[in-house]
């Protein structure tokens, strides 16, 4: 579904809170709680047993492939869809137990909702947009018009209040839908993405804008994206799911430099994925036979099962380092041929070939290496990362 809500509070409500544009006081109490929700469409599980916290002021990213189960999740959170079983709780309040019989109604849960389109109403003004989801509160007179100009000032848009909802761009027309959404001052902000519409300079500025937005309210929001630029330019922590599963969660740089297994070394950046054998299993510093060399991995807890019959190893294309000369006695240190070489611009790609195979190498410009030069290829151990099955 592709649309904009800003979903109140219950019709019985007296005047809310403003907006909240100074900081909080940070807490680290859960203030969402997702446990063991399934979802699905007639026989089909989109979402199969997944659990998720998420923290005041924290900005959590759920980041797959189409059809993965995340917008789903965020359906469910929203009360926009039912789940099969499980309970998730906001602000301490159950909103939905299949064991208690509990399913609060979408405008009883007081979140808002940002959706890919913008759902901008043509016949309103600006304002008139934004005032919307306050007047369902029963929001009036200055309070309504302080609340609006707040709003619309954190997005930039005071200027334009009266302006036609048809006279704006799309970047403005997202600006007055998130507007939209943090008026209502609601519990927490849900956005599905939300920037997938507009261009590649637009969308690069308001994602900038969307992080100073969520630090400046002190907001928790769960924000779904496919972007894995996105999700790690963005979130406090990622959550990356697969078939309906999650396949990893964890801080973004942490996602980065310890993918758990190869469907998260591939989907997050770029990466190098080698099979072997093991020589050894010391968990301080496991050692991997790849090809005719013998490589040294970062410390792991445990050391995984093979994958059919070996070990997988993934190396992110920007730690390799191609050497001039190498270091006597130095670990993971190989003779190796330039195969191929991409200059564009800020970086340059090398296809390398060495005895444990071939491996692309991403650098900067500083220092060219030739195609076809012969060089020392250096990996550092903490970069080598042993995968799960």
Not at 287 to 294: A, N
Request: hydrophobic share 40%.
């Amino acid at each position: 579904m592709s649309s904009n809500v800003a979903v109140p509070q219950p019709r019985d409500a007296t005047h809310a809170a403003p907006v909240r544009s100074a900081p909080a006081a940070v807490q680290t109490k859960a203030h969402i709680e997702v446990r063991d929700v399934v979802a699905a469409y007639g026989e089909k599980v989109a979402v199969h047993g997944v659990s998720v916290t998420v923290a005041d002021d924290e900005h959590l990213s759920l980041l797959g492939p189409s059809g993965c189960g995340k917008s789903t999740l965020l359906r469910c959170i929203a009360g926009l869809e039912t789940p099969v079983s499980g309970e998730i709780v906001i602000d301490g309040e159950v909103v939905f137990s299949s064991a208690r019989g509990i399913n609060l109604p979408p405008e009883k849960r007081r979140l808002s909702m940002v959706f890919q389109s913008y759902a901008i109403w043509p016949h309103m003004t600006v304002f008139e947009n934004v005032a919307y989801g306050l007047r369902v509160q029963r929001v009036r007179g200055q309070e309504l018009r302080d609340r609006v100009h707040t709003a619309l000032k954190m997005v930039g848009m005071e200027e334009l209040a009266q302006r036609p909802a048809t006279a704006l761009s799309g970047g403005q027309q997202q600006r007055v839908a998130l507007a939209r959404a943090y008026a209502p001052s609601p519990k927490a902000i849900l956005l599905d993405e939300p920037l997938s519409n507009l261009d590649a300079r637009l969308r690069s500025q308001m994602r900038d804008d969307l992080k100073d937005l969520q630090k400046r309210t002190k907001l928790s929001t769960i924000y779904v994206t496919h972007d894995q630029e996105e999700a790690m330019a963005m979130s406090d922590r990622i959550i990356v799911m697969r078939q309906g599963r999650i396949e990893q969660e964890a801080k973004p740089l942490v996602i980065y430099e310890r993918p758990r297994t190869r469907f998260v070394a591939d989907f997050i950046g770029a990466a190098n994925v080698l099979s072997g054998t093991l020589v050894s299993a010391d968990p301080a510093g496991p050692v991997i036979r790849v090809g005719s060399t013998e490589m040294r991995c970062a410390p792991v807890a445990e050391i995984p099962p093979p994958t059919d019959g070996g070990h997988l190893i993934a190396i992110r294309t920007v730690y390799p380092e191609l050497l001039p000369a190498g270091t006597p006695g130095a670990v993971n240190q190989w003779p190796a041929t330039v195969a191929s070489r991409i200059l564009l611009g800020d970086i340059v790609r090398y296809g390398v070939e060495f005895a444990g195979g071939s491996l692309h190498v991403q650098t900067t410009p500083k220092t060219l290496v030739e195609q076809g030069g012969e060089v020392t290829l250096s990996i550092p151990p903490e970069h080598v990362v042993l995968l799960a099955g």
